[in-house]
């Protein structure tokens, strides 16, 4: 992608047509790439026999394009010029987003990405919980779809730890055994940590932040997050978002300074791989964020491939 060669993107698209966990997966990773890009995607739609994926890709690149332009940083410290560009790309997402739901009505991975983009076009609640009906009337199970449906919950984007919390624990009931969207879980209580821990540090209360860190994880607390993951471990087969899984369980439990053992165990099992997104850039640079884990794990550094 970074090249130029965009057909070959929807070729990748065109093979995820049953397959929503891997057509999510690949989708995330070509419209990053394609940042950019953008204008590019939009000229293949002439002649195209087959729209529904480049104008799905074109969306979501249109997304990340906005959310580039925003940046990863907190609301308060987004400056009004910086508002207005990302308004202003973002919206360009909604037209091919909803012609792409429209050309595949049993596809949910539109309805993904319209969850990022009611985020960023500051949506209320009752527009952003008719586009989750939308999604969860054709998948119940979606990873991302549900990853993205927390961070519209949180905190930080105007819900609550309870509806969050919430959110994760319907996660983990809706979940088959030996999938991995139990992670959810794990999600909500690094979120939860991160809100807290800012709060307490604005307010200049670091006695009391110091002191939530180490009372957070109670018995009951522990015991949830080790039955979300044996839900997932014990029967587990591959699936599209193992690697993603392992990080935030393996981030949570290193939190907590007697489940060292299975934070090592998840995160042994992810190589090289690092996202840019949580649970490592919650902290600074997810790589050296990750690097410094492993270390506190005593766990070997992986090497880049071919190194």
């Known amino acids: 992608m970074e090249e130029g060669y965009l057909n070959a993107g929807v070729v990748l698209l065109g093979e995820t047509h049953r397959d929503p966990e891997l057509r999510s997966l690949r989708l995330d990773a070509l419209s990053r790439a394609a940042v950019g890009r953008s204008q590019g995607i939009a000229e293949m739609l002439d002649g195209a026999p087959d729209r ?9 690149t249109v997304v990340d394009e ?6 990863g940083s907190f609301a308060d410290t987004v400056d009004d010029d910086r508002f207005k560009m990302f308004f202003a790309t973002l919206s360009g997402a909604y037209e091919p987003l909803m012609e792409a739901a429209r050309l595949r009505p049993a596809d949910p991975v539109p309805w993904e990405s319209m969850i990022w983009f009611a985020m960023g076009m500051q949506f209320d609640r009752v527009e952003q919980d008719v586009i989750w009906e939308e999604l969860t ?3 119940l199970t979606l990873f991302s779809a549900y990853w993205a449906r927390l961070q519209s ?6 819900g609550s730890h309870e509806e969050m919390f919430a959110h994760a624990r319907t996660a983990v009931s809706l979940a088959p055994e030996g999938h991995p969207l139990t992670a959810m879980l794990a999600l909500a209580h690094l979120e939860h940590l991160l809100a807290e821990e800012r709060r307490l540090v604005a307010e200049n209360r670091m006695m009391a932040y110091v002191k939530f860190g180490m009372k957070y994880f ?14 997932w471990t014990a029967h587990a087969e591959q699936h599209p978002r193992d690697i993603e899984a392992h ?16 934070a090592a165990w998840h995160l042994g099992r992810v190589g090289n791989r690092v996202g840019r997104s949580a649970p490592w850039s919650y902290m600074g640079d997810p790589a050296e964020e990750f690097a410094a884990a492993l270390r506190k ?7 880049a491939d071919g190194v």
């Not at 529904?52 to 979501?60: K, T, V």
């Not at 906005?66 to 940046?71: D, K, L, N």
């Not at 990080?247 to 299975?262: E, K, N, S, W, Y």
């Open 153 to 158: 919950l949180s905190v930080k984007w105007g």
């Open 52 to 60: 529904a994926d480049i104008l799905l890709w074109l969306g979501r």
């Open 297 to 303: 794990l005593r766990l070997p550094l992986p090497v």
């Open 137 to 139: 009337a054709r998948s």
């Open 247 to 262: 990080h935030l369980f393996g981030a949570i439990f290193m939190r907590d300074a007697v489940t060292h053992d299975l």
């Open 66 to 71: 906005a959310w580039v332009i925003r940046g």
């Open 218 to 231: 109670s018995e009951q607390i522990v015991g949830e997050l080790k039955e979300a993951e044996r839900r």
